[in-house]
């Protein structure tokens, strides 16, 4: 089992920034991949990006990109979702998840576990 706990959310004004942290802890391999995603009210999980544990390669989606960026810290078993120049269409609830296998899937389907969430208000 993987459990994992996001932190680091909030409430900020566009054009601020937030940096999100996921701790995972149990069964939790280097060939995992990490995945955020975030959740508006009303609406289905939408995918914000991925990393590979083991490499460290990183995907995120072009609507994304520019504004937010992923690391880890495998030592510590932690990984960053940080969000520059915030916007009120960011406000949603973010998840950090987990998943065995070699690629970054955009698909929460494919996640094995997740975290609670951690809720992202941004005022404009």
Known sequence: ???L???????VQAGGSLRLSCAASGRIFNTYVMGWFRQAPGKEHAFVGGIRRSSGNTYIPDSLKGRFTISRDNAKNVVYLQMNTLKPEDTAVYYCAARSGTYISISPREYDYWGEGTQVTVSS
């Open 1 to 3: 089992q993987v459990q």
């Open 5 to 11: 706990v996001e932190s680091g959310g909030g409430l």
